[in-house]
């Protein structure tokens, strides 16, 4: 099977099934140096494990990481990070009445269609489980981002047809996103949220609905001008993500119904603030790692959502993401065997009636995926001058 590695200088790979003995995760291309801990990936980790609330799936699993290489007396060597996660509440038999049934919604028929077998104990390989190790690196990326002064955070901003007002989605603070279960920034806006979530579920049914993701301190020049847009390989990061199915930036849709004077964002001279203080020499190379100082332009607005020509503008990066209902419900739906036999199936386990609130710590370990990558890869772009 490809495809299970992400990045070209910070590289990402992952391997195992959700009713396996659990997921490694692999990241190569980690700087040395980087003073790293469990205790480092367990915020990100909390946020995405499963049973944390009655908005989640409750299957108990702990997320616990084991580092078991790349890491020597407390920092990052240079050498592959490899990190473990054991499964331990894996309910199998939950999956053996319907192991020849296609699930609607789900990658069962597909997988059967490219390899001919699959694993039917949940979602095998397709299982969101498996982004627990995507998590997992994206806290190291954020780690080295924070040190070049960059901050990703994400939200959910619509459950259903509730929709949150985020005027300055670069003023949402996590503090705000993580004082309700519903994950939304707008307290009165998350009660409503919880209410048709909680409704949802009573229907023995599931909800979509809409994550935004900011990344503030991103410095101009990040990104590639042909294949390698940043505009692309954040929509390919984002779309990987199980259930994710629209992606935009910016302005976003919007833009079909506007003309190029009310779409463009002018030029204008920066706003002066202090820049951000470079990290201590001994703890990183600051050659690498001093924080950009501020752009020698600005825009006035950023309906470009902070890329332009496939290349970090300066302005804050933001994003949207459209995640579908869940597609596991408990309630009978028409399908048919391997055999192509109408028949009926009812999913059982224990599954997400919204997936939006876990979702939210999936984006912003993939925009911070690939906003290390290419800042790694920034450095190689020119001379020093």
């Known amino acids: 099977m490809a495809g299970n590695t992400f990045g070209k200088l910070f590289r990402v790979t992952t391997s195992g099934v959700s009713h396996g003995p659990g997921y490694l995760c692999i990241i190569d291309g980690c700087p040395a140096g980087l003073e790293l801990s469990v205790e480092d990936l367990l915020p990100d980790l909390r946020r995405r494990r499963p049973g944390q609330s ?43 009445d319907i192991k020849d049934k296609y699930r609607p919604g789900h990658a069962d028929f597909t997988f059967d269609a490219k390899y001919g077998f699959r694993d039917y104990r949940g979602g095998g390989r397709s299982s969101a489980r498996e982004t627990v190790s995507r998590v997992a690196a994206g806290a190291v990326a954020k780690k080295i981002l924070a040190l070049a002064g960059i901050r990703v955070l994400g939200y959910v901003k619509q459950v259903g047809d509730v929709i949150a007002d985020v005027p300055d989605p670069t003023a949402v603070t996590l503090e705000q996103v993580e004082a309700t279960p519903a994950r939304c920034p707008v307290p009165d806006t998350a009660a409503k949220m919880i209410a048709l979530i909680d409704s949802v579920r009573m229907d023995r049914d599931s909800i979509g609905g809409v994550c935004e993701l900011v990344a503030t301190g991103v410095p101009p020049g990040l990104g590639e001008p042909v294949f390698d847009k940043l505009k692309a390989d954040l929509g390919k990061a984002l779309l990987s993500l199980p259930a994710v199915l629209g992606f935009e930036y910016g302005a976003g849709f919007a833009v079909a119904n506007m003309r190029g004077s009310a779409n463009n964002d002018v030029f204008v001279p920066p706003e002066p603030h202090e820049s951000p203080v470079a990290p201590d020499a ?21 309906r470009h959502g902070g890329m332009l020509g496939g ?67 920034s450095r190689a772009s020119r001379l020093p001058g």
């Not at 702990?62 to 020597?72: C, K």
């Not at 993939?366 to 290390?372: D, P, S």
Request: charged fraction near 25%; charge should be negative.
């Open 54 to 96: 009655k908005l989640t799936t409750q299957r108990d699993e702990s997320d616990t990481p084991e580092i078991w290489s790349g890491v020597f007396e407390g920092k990052t060597d240079g050498t592959p990070i490899g990190i473990l996660f054991r499964n331990s509440d894996q309910r199998s038999g939950d999956y053996g």
């Open 282 to 302: 001994a703890d990183c190379n600051t050659a690498v790692w001093e924080p950009h100082h501020e752009a020698p332009v600005r825009t006035e607005s950023n």
């Open 311 to 377: 290349i970090s503008s300066g302005m804050p990066i933001v994003c949207r993401v459209a995640v579908k209902p869940t597609s596991s419900i408990p309630r009978a739906q028409r399908t048919v065997t391997r055999a192509g036999e109408p028949t009926e199936i009812l999913v059982k386990g224990r599954h997400d009636p919204c997936l939006l609130p876990r979702f939210v710590p999936m984006g912003e370990a993939m925009i911070a995926l690939v906003l290390v990558d290419h800042l790694l890869r």
